[in-house]
């Protein structure tokens, strides 16, 4: 129950970092492989 709470209480950050993380994690990991490709 208090995992629970602490969820509700950043519920709205974590959407909005969520929202983050999918934007610019692929974009971060297309970097990385095509510098891996480079090297």
Known sequence: MILL???EAVGFISLRI????QVFFPLLQ???TFGICLL
């Open 5 to 7: 709470k602490k969820i």
């Open 18 to 21: 969520g929202f983050l993380y």
């Open 30 to 32: 297309g970097v990385f």
